[in-house]
């Protein structure tokens, strides 16, 4: 038998048709929906007259569009109310599993389907969602699709797709202090544009990868769309069977050692050829914070904006366009400039280990007078867990509040917007123009540069505390 | 059900010489709390064709009455970002049929051939070449044949062949849809589930 790569193992053991000159046709093991991409599809569903077809492989969540106070209140805004009414009503309508808005598991979809252990080794998975990369940290082929793609998988339990081109990412080496995997990814995707990774699925490799946590392990993979990929993943091992064997699917069955026995085969084969491969060093990476208005304009917190020399006309005319909605000029450096908020949370550094990394760093000082700052919980599990694990008095006594679980600021659906002009640093995925609000200017970064700028009030190194 | 079929069809072109346009600028999220598929091309780019105070931003190139059309010119990887299917609702809502770039993100092609519309690849450099032509001359015409697969700019001479997967091609040629073909399948699905058993 020859060499396969993780991802084509995965993927051809779920094809069930290929169609001749066109997609394959793939069987999904998991489903995830929120109350924004879904309504749609039910509709579609409903005016073709017919149900969804595997009810029990779908799990919903609200997440997208709820607010982070006073959740327990019904939601203030009449279009948000009505589309977690809708998903609720749909949800009951085709027998589909609801974690809601005040149900103990709720939280933003990428969040609890990783730590209840609905998402394991193997499987194919979606979301009418960009970041459902966030589960390849499991080993799964997993990917966010469009509404009329979540209407097929609904019906059908299968989707059409054209088989991606793979990719292999190794980084080697050790992280230097305060570099954490947010850094790493941000490092990646800077390197590589924010279209670089286009119509490629990604496997990241090597020993920087392996030394990481199941939570770092998401951020890189969540991150993977931000270069364009279709998705990315990592081969499971120890960490990621310690982590699946904790979670609240294993604790109610006793099905976790012959699962553990097909996951061992769940690895790229020794030999086994990629389209494309990359090879990183751990050491050349520093704290990273993005500049402009796409996830590549990135460049490490202590270095200077890049210079235009050298620019062709069209790469200037795009850079001067992201730097002047920023306020930033060529060549100015980021270290030491004022900001206004600090946003931790998202799919991407919304988990406990988030919140601990921030309270490392905030413990024993005190917010800056001139920040306001989000701190939102992944899910009710993680909020949850800041309390168990007395973080929340550390945070209160620096001087800062904890808001409820769901996406908040990252794409400020919810009252959660960034004002206009403003700047804040952001651990979430995206700083394109006006994703946080009109006119916000969004600053990508790890959960300790946040914290230390929460902390200064200034763009600020990590590696300072 | 079935779409608007697309095939052969010529038209005047919107030029808009950016790149990485991701969806968050396409339709901004807060204009995502709707439950039908229509409307959205009244804030399609929104942000950049309206102030904050809801008036027309004079110099963005939807608000010049010199440009108008079916088809959008666009900078590489267009449509990156958000997986959000609005995206193509507010673009084909709006009036486009076909987007022409160098480069699309994945999702968003999925989208567009989901929903009719034709994400249409030309080289870079061609890219830009119409989008200069068009913005010198609005009026400029351009003829498209999904069944040929065929640009053509009829003023300039120019004509060009583009990729499109043939199953793909069909289905905009005939209005198909790609749920019906899956609908079909339901029962050799159903086999595949019990050839691997243990699913959940
Ligand atoms: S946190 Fe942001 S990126 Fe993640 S699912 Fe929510 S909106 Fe999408």
């Known amino acids: ?465 | 059900m079935a779409k608007e079929k697309l095939n052969i069809f010529e038209s005047t072109c919107v030029p808009l010489p950016l790149e990485n346009v991701d969806t968050d600028q396409i339709i901004p999220a807060r204009f995502l709390s709707s439950t039908s598929r229509e409307g959205f091309g009244n804030n399609l780019f929104r942000d950049w064709r309206f102030d904050q105070e809801g008036r027309a931003v004079q110099d963005f190139i939807l608000n010049n009455r010199k440009y108008s059309g079916k088809i959008l010119v666009a900078g590489k990887n267009f449509g990156c970002g958000s997986s959000r299917e609005h995206a193509v609702w507010a673009v084909y809502d709006y009036g486009f049929r076909v987007v022409i770039s160098s480069f699309f993100a994945d999702i968003f092609r999925n989208n567009a051939l989901n929903n009719g519309l034709l994400p249409l690849i030309l080289p870079d450099d061609e890219v830009k070449g119409l989008i200069a032509l068009v913005t010198a001359a609005p009026e400029t015409i351009v003829k498209i044949s999904v069944q040929e697969r065929k640009v053509e700019i009829p003023s300039s001479g120019k004509s060009f062949t583009f990729e499109i997967n043939p199953y793909k091609q069909e289905c905009l040629i005939h209005g198909l849809d790609d749920i019906d073909y899956l609908i079909n399948m339901r029962s050799r699905i159903a086999d595949y589930e019990k050839k691997r058993g243990g699913l959940g």
């Not at chain 1, 990135?298 to 069209?314: C, F, K, R, W, Y």
Request: glycine share 10%; aromatic share 8%; net charge neutral.
């Open chain 1, 1 to 465: 038998m020859s060499s396969k790569t993780l991802f084509d193992k995965i993927w051809d053991a779920h094809r069930v048709h290929s169609i001749d000159d066109g997609p394959d046709v793939l069987y999904i093991d998991r489903h995830y929906i929120h109350e924004v991409t879904s309504p749609q599809a039910f509709r579609g569903l409903d005016e073709r007259g017919i149900t969804v077809f595997r009810p029990s492989l779908t799990l919903a969540t609200a997440d997208h569009n709820t607010p982070t106070r006073d959740q327990h209140l019904p939601i203030r805004e009449e279009l948000s109310r009505m589309q977690v009414d809708k998903l609720r009503e749909n949800c009951s309508r085709h027998g589909i599993e609801l974690f809601g808005l005040n149900h103990n598991y709720n939280g933003i979809v990428h969040v609890i389907g990783t730590e209840l252990g609905y998402t394991r080794p193997g499987m194919t998975i979606v979301c009418g969602d960009s970041h459902t990369s966030t589960h390849g940290a499991f080993g799964t082929v997993a990917f966010g699709i469009g509404t009329s793609e979540v209407e097929m998988v609904l019906a059908t339990q299968c989707i059409l797709q054209t088989r991606p081109k793979t990719m292999r990412i190794t980084v080697d080496g050790a992280l230097g202090k305060a570099v954490t995997s947010k850094d790493i990814i941000m490092h990646i995707i800077s390197l590589l544009t924010t279209g670089g990774a286009t119509g490629y699925f990604v496997e990241y490799s090597g020993s920087a990868i392996r030394a990481l946590s199941m939570e770092s392990r998401m951020t890189i993979c969540n991150m993977s769309i931000e270069m364009g990929a279709r998705g990315g993943l990592i081969a499971p091992d120890k960490t990621t069977f310690s982590y699946l064997k904790n979670t609240k699917y294993y604790s109610g069955n006793n099905a976790f050692d012959d699962d553990l026995k097909s996951w061992k085969d769940l690895i790229t084969d020794p030999g086994a050829s990629f389209d494309k491969e990359i090879a990183i060093n751990a050491e050349s990476i520093r704290p990273m914070i993005t500049y402009g208005t796409n996830p590549g304009m990135a460049i490490a917190v202590d270095a200077p904006l890049p210079d235009t020399e050298g620019m062709n006309s069209q790469d200037r005319d795009n850079y001067i366009k992201a730097l002047s909605y920023m306020g930033f000029s060529p060549g100015i450096k980021l270290d030491g400039h004022p900001i206004d908020y600090v946003f931790l949370g998202s799919c991407t550094n919304g988990r406990i280990e988030d919140f601990r990394a921030f309270a490392s760093v905030v413990k024993g000082r005190k917010k800056a007078e001139n920040v306001t700052a989000l701190l939102v919980p992944g899910s009710r599990l993680v909020e949850e867990q800041v309390k168990k694990e007395g973080l929340l008095e550390i945070l209160r006594d620096a001087g800062f509040e904890l808001r409820q679980p769901g996406c908040s600021s990252c794409l400020a659906m919810n009252e959660d917007k960034i004002p206009a002009g403003k700047y804040a640093v952001s651990t979430s995925n995206r700083n394109f123009e006006g994703r946080q609000g009109p006119g916000a200017r969004t600053l990508l970064a790890s959960p300790l540069t946040a914290a230390a700028s929460a902390v200064t009030g200034r763009i600020t190194d990590p590696r300072l505390f």
